[in-house]
Structures are given as C-alpha cells and as structure tokens.
C-alpha cells in the first residue's frame, strides 16, 4: 500500500506558466516533507523541503505548499523553465531526527518551450 | 567535491550469478541508504548505516541481498543468487546527522542500473 502517491505520472506546461505538482499521503506521522528533482541517468537531487508546522516553504522559483488537514502537499514553479524538465519525487518522513523516506513513484514535467 | 560515486554504472548479468554494487558516500556523512527502483514500487529503501553500523534493514527483500559499510567511505550491496526480478536501479545515497527534525537531505548518486537476464 503505497503511503505516498502521486497520482498524475505527467505534466506539460508551456514556459513561462506555473507548473503545479501534487503529492498525496496517508501515513498521519509523517511530519517531514521533501521534494526531489531527477534528470535522466542521475540520481535523485534535493529541491526543497517543509516541516509539518508550517504550511509554506519558499525557495526562490520554487514554493511548496502543505495542507496538513487534507494530508496533501504541492510544489508550485513560477515561472516554469525548459530546464525543470525532470522526474520529480515526493518523499515524507515521520518523527524528529528520522532518515527513513517514503518515495511517491514521481511526476514527469515537461516543459514547453 | 566529487559527490556519491556508485560503480558500477551498468551491469548485465546471468540468472544466478553474484553481484555486487558499489558506492563511495560523500567525504565526512554520517549517513548511507541504500535504495532500489522499479517501474512497479518506485524509489524503495533498502538499509541505511549510521556510522558505518547498518540502522534499518527492513528493507532488504530477501536474503539473497546483503549490504556492508566496512569504512566510512566504502559501502557494497551484494545479491547472491541474483534472479531477473532484481533488475532495477540501485542508488545510494549519503547525509549528515541531523540535530533536530526528521529526513533530511539526501545526497543521491547516479545509480546502479542491473539486468539481470
């Protein structure tokens, strides 16, 4: 049972536009989120995470979004470049000081020149 | 810096025959993961190894798959007898302690892609 999902395997979004992904979890102890960028033949980079006590973390392009009570989190990149193009991951972890992550299967972002 | 180094980048190999990955973590991390990734389970997590002793292998699938950390800059995972169902890519990834909150970073290397035919 898959604890972490992301349920649209891809996006296209035109350059310049908001791209918005979205992450879906179900395991209440997970207080920890992070998101992660994969381009093809490379291992998985850190993007940006946020804590279970906030409900927003910004980071330049890329914000990220939580709602606690809807066990839902998104990352919104503004505007969107040919360069996000990228696999990312979703991943959640659950008490302090816990380095056990649950991966989502990912969201392929294509952006469009 | 050189980042996570997994060698090898590629291997083929028979139904049955022993296979070993490699991984280098990042100079001065406290932490190493092992994770495994398929089109079906996505990014799973093997074991990980806190200061070279292994934390959690719950992960593990079976006994065929072993891992060891001898040092702090070497790390194998070893599958013996190696089945067609193996075939993944295999990452590791490596992190420092953290003083508070839970995850982290994690640094990823690119990744062991195995065929196992």
């Known amino acids: 049972d898959q604890q972490v999902k992301q349920n649209s395997p891809s996006l296209s979004v035109q350059e310049g536009r908001i791209s918005i992904l979205n992450c879906d979890y179900t395991?209440?102890?997970?207080?920890?989120f992070l998101w992660y960028k994969k381009y093809p033949a490379e291992g998985p980079t850190f993007l940006i995470s946020?804590?279970?006590?906030?409900d927003k973390n910004e980071d330049g392009r890329f914000t990220v979004f939580l709602n606690k009570s809807a066990k839902h989190l998104s990352l919104h990149i503004v505007p969107s470049q040919p360069g996000d193009s990228a696999v990312y991951f979703c991943?959640?972890?659950?008490?302090?000081?816990?380095?056990?992550?649950?991966f989502g299967k990912g969201t392929k972002l294509s952006v469009i020149p | 810096d050189a980042g996570v180094i997994q060698s090898p980048r590629h291997e083929v190999t028979e139904m049955g025959q022993e296979v070993t990955l490699r991984c280098k973590p990042i100079?001065?991390?406290?932490?190493l993961f092992w994770y495994r990734q398929t089109m079906m389970r996505g990014l799973e997590l093997l074991i990980y190894?806190?200061?070279?002793?292994?934390?959690?292998d719950s992960g593990m699938p079976e006994d065929r798959f072993s891992a060891k950390m001898p040092n702090a800059s070497f790390s194998t995972l070893k599958i013996q007898p190696s089945e067609p169902r193996d075939s993944a890519v295999y990452f590791c990834?490596?992190?420092?302690?953290?003083?508070?909150?839970?995850?982290?970073?994690?640094?990823f290397g690119p990744g062991t892609r195995l065929t196992v035919t």
């Open positions: 990834a490596s992190s420092l302690a953290l003083s508070g909150g839970g995850g982290g970073e994690q640094y």
């Open positions: 395991n209440s102890m997970f207080d920890y």
């Open positions: 946020i804590s279970s006590i906030k």
């Open positions: 991943a959640a972890s659950e008490g302090a000081g816990s380095y056990q992550l649950t």
């Open positions: 100079s001065g991390h406290d932490y």
């Open positions: 190894f806190n200061n070279n002793v292994p934390i959690d």
